[in-house]
């Protein structure tokens, strides 16, 4: 009788996650790169074809530890670095056959136009692929050989002609201005230039001097100086011709088609929680933040060796992820629930005043102009 009791009992499905929300974002980093360009704060390095394939077993191990530990189910993958165009065929088949599958509606891969082959092509797209984002920066020759990019303008028409013609129609193009000796004719030349491609996304960016870089250095050196003006005026320019492209600016750096915006940045943008495989890569769950070391031969040692890759981890606070949600809201044309910032409201109002923001339907944007100043506007509020 009591056993009878026990089994008809009325059982609460366990939970095998408990507390965690399914995560939707997934980020692979490859740190290969056939150079490093010396802007590049990345974490990057050259490597050989076999270097590549026992990171990419290594991958798969710590694949296999993330998705026993957390619910996943993804809706946008990434494929960054780093450049993972890099990796041989057969290793890139191995890691995307062992991700699906996945169900994302987004999967991107990050190229650059040297590394692009029909046979490359024509594999991503049967592997699921639907996005590559090229790094393309200039079309003028003189700033590729300053940033010590390896291709030249005639790759970039090139390798769009290779992904298009293997299927390919969702591909960014990744633009920086404010590059020493960069003259505004030059970057002018360049969105023309890549406008006339038709990409479906486009983003531009602003060049940072980062940290440990030799472009850093050469400013502290006083080699280099930042131009704010010029890049201001570079910032003004791309946003009137794109616009005019019919190009929509969503985030202060990136540009789209109408439908054809990222979903995977978006996710980040929102404040969505995330996994990051890799060395290097950071990974957001609740209020746990980590990042695996930068550090491939420690991260490959660990996970032969049946350990988790070494990490960096801290823990956040809801108030420091509602921040971080402001701030970046503050950088896209979605912006931010007015609610959030209405105990300001005598200074939302002098931004609107001053045509530097704008409030409808509950919700306060940063125009264009705004965006420009957004991470110090953002200061105003956190
Ligand atoms: S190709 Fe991209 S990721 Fe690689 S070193 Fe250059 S900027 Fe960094």
Redesign the pocket.
Known sequence: MALALLSSARREPIDPYPGLETVRHLYVHTPF?????P????Y?HTGSAAEMRSFVEALLLEWDRLRRTYPIAARTLYFG???PSLLPLDAFRRLAEALRPWESVEATL?A?PRTVTPEKAAAWRELGIGRVSL?V?SLDPAVLRT???RHRPRDVERTMAVLREAGFENINVDLIFGVPGQSIASWKETLEGVIAMAPAHISAYELTYEEDTPFFEARAAGVWREDEERSIAMYREAWSLLEAAGYRQYEISNYARPGRECLHNQGYWMGDDYLGLGPGAFSTVGLRRWQNRRHTGRYVAALSAGREPPREEEGLSEEVRRRERLMLGLRTSRGIPYSWIEGEAERARALIGQGLAELSDGTFRLTPEGRLLADGIAGLFV
């Open positions: 790169c056939a150079t490093v360009c802007y590049c704060a990345f990057v670095g780093g450049t990050e650059n790094g920066q940033l010590g990019r």
